[in-house]
């Protein structure tokens, strides 16, 4: 390819991330949309184009797109702080993050970028903890870090500070649920910075963002994401921590937590993990235990291809009214809608993604979905 090929395909390619940036920060295009609309179009160009005529197949209008003024004021702040996209896609993206169902379409990262290709363990914790459990948290995430594993967590009070401090020598990777240009806890704001020039400092949200209770969930499912496992320290019951825990559950990564004294409420959260299934650990030993690789000599390979046969995306009037007959104000998993509809996965999705850039779609956690609107 000459230089002007060279130009014309670099120019296509800015396009296409333009595009997909300008999609991601649009009404009703959540990472699960973006996801289909991709594997369905092949890029973010081709798939604004197809929104119109989804939407009307949905019944409601195209969702209003993202001011392309106001994304290129964000792509040049991201610029001026120091920071890079990510781009679900790009070689660089975390492999294991992308194995999600909601996977980040895009980050925004600040630091070395290298620590995204280690073996990353993630640990939490509450904000609240015992100065304990403060000090086990410090001590587990540098013995960690020493034996060569990248440690993930939230940058947030109590347990998720011990850890980057004890960390921040070898390897770690802090995840937040604002803006990168944004620090909280305020107490934070040296800790945050060395993460970001001795770590790595991770961002769904753009810059600016100030950190909203419905962030956290979205930051908890990056911090789960990353790690081959997550180990909890100190939480209390329906703790932010115990979120976590189940989203890496979810994701099929190890759950690993500290016990502590049933007189604490501070460790009934970890109590109950144990007592559900969640494996025991005391030190980093223990950890590295469970994360150890299977020896591949003991995995028997496939007697079979499984790979997809291609399959009809499209869905006919009367795929539309029975799947979306079978949709309530109570959330059902799309497992459910598949078997009771009788129609293919695919079909299922494609209705699925009309409704949702209707504006009549809600999704919920599990891969649950509603009526809304």
């Known amino acids: 390819m000459g230089p002007v090929g060279e130009r014309a395909g670099a120019a296509e390619q800015n396009a296409a991330r333009f595009a997909a940036l300008r999609l991601i920060r649009s009404a009703n295009i959540g990472p699960v949309t973006f996801r289909t609309l991709i594997e ?16 009307a197949r949905g019944g409601g209008r195209a969702p209003v797109l993202a001011d392309e003024a106001a994304v290129r004021r964000e792509i040049a702040t991201v610029r001026a702080l120091g920071g890079r996209y990510l781009l679900l896609g790009d070689p660089d993206y975390p492999a294991l993050l992308a194995e999600i169902d909601s996977a980040p379409p895009a ?15 993630a640990m939490v914790g509450a904000r609240n903890a015992s100065a304990a459990a403060c000090r086990f948290a410090r001590g587990l995430a540098e013995e960690l870090g020493a034996a060569g594993y990248c440690v993930v967590s939230g940058l947030a009070r109590g347990i998720d500070t011990a850890v980057h401090q004890g960390a921040i020598g070898h390897a770690t990777i802090g995840v937040i649920a604002s803006g990168i240009d944004v620090v909280f806890p305020p107490e934070n704001a040296a ?3 060395g993460v970001a020039t001795r770590g ?38 329906r703790s932010g921590s115990l979120i ?11 759950v690993m937590a500290v016990p502590g004294s049933p007189l604490d409420p501070r460790a009934q959260g ?7 299934g969640a494996t025991l650990v005391q030190n980093a030993a223990d950890v590295a235990e469970m994360l150890r690789p299977i020896d591949a000599r003991a995995v028997r390979s ?15 009037d009367g795929d539309r009214t029975r799947i979306t007959g079978l949709l309530g104000p109570v959330p059902v998993a799309v497992d459910e809608l ?23 779609l809600d999704r919920h956690a599990g891969g649950r979905v509603s009526l809304g609107g």
Do not use: K, M
């Open 270 to 276: 970890c109590n109950a993990l144990i007592r559900d």
């Open 191 to 193: 800790l945050q910075e």
């Open 244 to 254: 976590t825990a189940r989203l890496a559950a979810e994701a099929g990564r190890e």
């Open 107 to 121: 980050l925004i990262v600040r630091g070395d970028l290298s620590l995204l290709a280690r073996p990353c363990v």
């Open 40 to 55: 369905r179009y092949g890029d973010a160009v081709a798939a604004i184009e197809a929104l119109p005529v989804l939407a």
């Open 200 to 237: 790595l400092l991770v961002a769904e949200q753009p810059p600016g963002t100030q950190p909203l209770a419905r962030h956290f969930p979205s930051r908890n499912r990056i911090i789960a994401g990353l790690a081959l496992g997550t180990v909890v320290v100190e939480a209390a019951p």
């Open 302 to 316: 496939p007697g079979r291809s499984y790979a997809a046969e291609p399959a009809a995306t499209d869905a006919s």
């Open 338 to 360: 598949v078997r009771q509809s009788g129609c293919p996965t695919t079909v299922v999705q494609t209705v699925l993604l009309e409704l949702e850039l209707a504006g009549r």
